[in-house]
């Protein structure tokens, strides 16, 4: 299954916010543009809340949800944002613990704090987990 929002990015560039085949999911970079309003918080913090607001109801839209991310990737265009972002994205994914990476490079737009991308596999908030330490 491929979902498409609406978006004039995903049109002009031909992808899909999320693709599912079977169980995995993959979910496109997602920045923190309100899609009721088309508005972009000015905050870091505010907008890594829109960000997986907009990722979670992808997710939704397919039967899984964020306990269902396995990995993501996380871009930050100003270092100094990393703090509150990192703050927001533990908020919501203690407990979850998806592999993360985290980088700060150019973002296609200085109103874009944070873009994040994930995979997920549905069911996977239901698998057994066990932590070990390295």
Not at 10 to 25: H, K, T
Not at 56 to 64: K, T, Y
Not at 72 to 90: K, L
Not at 94 to 120: F, H, N
């Amino acid at each position: 299954m491929k979902l498409k929002t609406g978006s004039r990015y995903e049109d002009m560039a031909s992808y899909s916010r999320l693709v599912c085949v079977d169980g995995l999911i993959f979910v496109s970079n997602t920045a923190g543009r309100n899609p009721a309003t088309q508005e972009i918080p000015e905050d870091a913090a505010e907008q890594t809340d829109q960000v997986l607001a907009n990722i979670e109801r992808a997710l939704q839209a397919v039967d899984a949800s964020l306990g269902d991310v396995v990995a993501a990737r996380v871009y930050i265009q100003d270092p100094s944002d990393t703090p509150a972002v990192m703050a927001r994205f533990g908020d919501r994914f203690r407990g979850i613990d998806p592999a993360m990476t985290l980088t700060c490079p150019p973002l296609s737009s200085p109103a874009y704090k944070v873009e994040i991308e994930v995979t997920a596999y549905r069911g996977a908030s239901r698998g057994n987990v066990e932590l070990k330490a390295i």
